[in-house]
């Protein structure tokens, strides 16, 4: 799990006048709103006896209270009221904890979970359609896998087992005619256009055969981002008929995910075929929980020694690459197994932009490990390219 990047905490719609627990890189956080109506996110550990602020209540202070002693704490984290010492009375500077920046987009708490300051993130990432509602009909969806987010992303940017996976997005008889054209990545990014021989889609949307042919080429695009785990895939069934589902993977602890995701269609846009797409798009979900719930190792492997690629996985290792820059160059992945021997024994938490800031405070709880990066700036080693594709 992977430090300095937004990740999207829960639903915009759930968190309204009382305090929500959500766990991200196995933490608990708690979301609040102020009186301004923005959402707050601090770590869910108060600094007094370790209280969690999720299960107390919001205060005239505009702060969050702390059900134990009632300690109460800012949208900055820093203690406000401390009712044992009266009104007025002075409170340690000392008394503070984390707090996160937060963003709300596409109906979703998007919060910062690394010290890096502002002009260093790497931003939220693009959903015009979102705004589009001339154009698109965006539907929410959620999906709770088994599984680490590093498998679900590789998942949702994988082209080549959608012949076996998905019976409504290709045939295993049609395999070897999906190809790659083309992938183009940056630092945090990566995209590849891909096309595809799906068979007819069957159901409600039966009337799709008067737009398109059974096994017509179609064009899909996968797209990840590093932010908030994203996966992208835009699909192009014919000239005018495109779908977006666009999905946030959130790594509640090592190997388990949560996607909130949203998928915009540009055709039938009436609400009626908003239960048929949910259902569909549900299912396709559904299909690969059930591959990746049984991976082995459930996490991503570290180099591809103990695996074999061909041609057709090269999108996948320009994302295993980007993933791999931001552990051993920048450090930001956390070392979950040194944290281990002190589970139930201490309280961990993500380093803030303020923690960083302001280094002399002393801060009351310890910050989780990270895996001290390995090499600087050199070039992406070459052993991830993947090998010549098989006879
Ligand atoms: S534990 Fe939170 S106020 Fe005492
Ligand atoms: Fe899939």
Redesign the pocket.
């Given at each position: 799990m992977l430090t300095n990047l937004w990740y999207v905490a829960e639903w915009s719609r759930e968190v309204k006048d009382k305090p929500v627990r959500v766990k991200l890189l196995g933490q608990n956080f708690v979301l609040f709103r102020d009186k301004t109506g923005k959402v707050n996110c601090l770590s869910d550990v108060?600094i007094?006896?370790?209280?969690s602020l999720s299960k107390g209540w919001t205060t005239e202070r505009d702060c969050v209270a702390?059900p134990?002693?009632?300690?109460e704490f800012d949208a900055e984290g820093k203690v406000k009221f401390i009712p044992s010492r009266g009104e007025g009375a002075p409170v340690p500077e000392r008394a503070r904890i984390d707090a996160y920046p937060t963003e709300e987009r596409y109906g979703m708490i998007w919060v910062f979970l690394g010290d890096l300051p502002e002009e260093e993130r790497y931003p939220i990432p693009d959903f015009p359609e979102y705004e589009d509602s001339d154009n698109w009909r965006p539907i929410e969806l959620e999906y709770n896998w088994t599984g680490s987010a590093d498998r679900v992303l590789e998942n949702g940017i994988d082209i080549s087992h959608t012949a076996f996976v998905h019976p409504g997005f290709g045939y295993p008889e049609m395999a070897d005619k999906n190809k790659i054209l083309k992938v183009d990545r940056g630092e945090y990014w990566g995209s590849s256009d891909n096309v595809l021989y799906p068979p007819q889609l069957s159901g409600n949307l039966g009337l799709m055969k008067l737009f398109r042919a059974d096994k017509a080429a179609t064009n899909v695009t996968p797209s990840f981002f590093l932010p908030g785990y994203c996966v992208r895939l835009h699909i192009k069934i014919n000239s005018w008929m495109e779908t977006i589902i666009f999905d946030a993977n959130t790594p509640v602890d090592e190997n388990t995910t949560r996607s909130f995701a949203i998928q915009a269609r540009n055709f039938f846009k009436w609400r009626i075929f908003d239960f048929g797409a949910k259902k569909r798009t549900t299912k396709v979900f559904g299909e690969d929980g059930a591959i990746v719930s049984e991976l082995s190792p459930n996490y991503l492997p570290e180099t591809l020694e103990h695996e074999v690629s061909v041609e057709q996985d090269k999108f996948m290792s320009a994302w295993r690459m980007i993933r791999r820059k931001h552990i051993e160059e920048k450090g930001w992945k956390i070392d979950t197994k040194a944290m281990k021997p002190f589970e139930g024994e201490k309280a961990f938490t993500i380093p803030s932009p303020a923690r960083r800031a302001n280094p002399h405070l002393n801060w009351a709880l310890e910050t989780v490990p990270l895996v001290a990066p390995i090499r600087s700036s050199a070039p992406v080693q070459e052993e991830e390219t993947p090998e010549p594709e098989l006879a």
């Open positions: 108060c007094h006896r370790g209280g702390c134990y002693h009632g300690w």
